[in-house]
C-alpha cells in the first residue's frame, strides 16, 4: 500500500513540481489545506517560496504551525523544504513589514548568508550526516539550492527538544560560509535544498523519506 503524503497547500507558490516528485517514487498524493487529511496522512510535506514572514503568514492562516504541532507530538512524520525548513526555526532576520516568528520546533534564527554571491542558487555538495537514513546511497551527490537566508548553527542537543531519544542528524553545505542542509529530528525532516528540483539525487532522498513513512 502506497504511503499517503499531503503537500500543504498554504498559498507558498508553485509547488506542483513536489506533487509529482512525490508521485514518482511511489507516494498517494494530495494538495491541499485540509487540516483534517494534513494530520491524518502518512507524511506531510511543508513546501516554501519567497520570504520567511509571508510564508509565516501563509502557514498561520491555515492553521499550519499547530497541524505541524499536532503532528510531531503524535510522532507522526513531516517534511520541510527550503523556506519550509526555515520557518521550523524560531525566527528570520529577513526582512518584513510585518515580521513573524517561526513555528520554533528548533532553537536558533535563520540569517543572512554571508557569500560574495547571494542568493546562493545552483547545485552544492553537502557533508552528509552519520547514520543519514535521508541521504542512504545519495551522499555524494549534489543538490539544488535556491535562497539567500539559511541557518547558520545548530543549537539543539540530543538530550534537548521532544524528541531527544533520537539524536538529530544534521547535514551541512558551504556557500560562503557553512550552513545547515538538511536535518533529520525524529519525525521532523527539513532540507533547505529542493529535492523535487534536484533530478535524480532529490528523487532518491524524496524516495527515502517516503519509505520511512
Request: hydrophobic residues 45%; contains cysteine.
Amino acid at each position: 500500500m502506497s504511503a499517503r503524503v499531503v503537500v500543504l497547500d498554504y498559498g507558498s507558490g508553485n509547488i506542483r513540481s513536489a506533487v509529482r516528485a512525490l508521485e514518482h517514487v511511489g507516494a498517494e498524493v494530495s494538495l491541499t489545506g485540509d487540516r483534517d487529511a494534513a494530520l491524518a496522512a502518512d507524511g506531510l510535506f511543508v513546501p516554501g517560496v519567497g520570504n520567511f514572514h509571508a510564508c509565516m503568514a501563509g502557514l498561520i492562516a491555515a492553521d499550519g504551525p499547530r497541524i505541524i504541532d499536532q503532528r510531531l507530538s503524535g510522532g507522526r512524520p513531516v517534511l520541510g523544504v527550503c523556506v519550509g525548513m526555515q520557518v521550523m526555526f524560531e525566527g528570520s532576520s529577513e526582512p518584513s513589514a510585518t515580521p513573524l516568528a517561526g513555528v520554533g520546533e528548533w532553537p536558533g534564527t535563520v540569517e543572512r548568508l554571508r557569500a560574495p554571491v547571494v542568493p546562493h542558487m545552483g547545485w552544492s555538495a553537502v557533508e552528509v550526516a552519520p547514520g543519514s537514513v535521508l541521504f542512504e546511497g545519495i551522499a555524494d551527490e549534489r543538490f539544488y539550492f535556491v535562497h539567500s537566508y539559511a541557518a547558520h548553527t545548530w543549537a539543539l542537543e540530543a538530550s534537548d527538544g521532544p524528541f531527544a531519544a533520537v539524536a538529530p542528524r544534521v547535514t551541512w553545505a558551504t556557500h560562503g560560509e557553512r550552513f545547515i542542509a538538511a536535518v533529520e529530528n525524529g519525525p521532523l525532516t527539513a532540507t533547505q535544498f529542493h529535492p523535487e528540483k534536484s533530478g535524480e539525487a532529490g528523487l532518491a532522498l524524496l524516495r527515502n523519506w517516503v519509505r520511512s513513512l
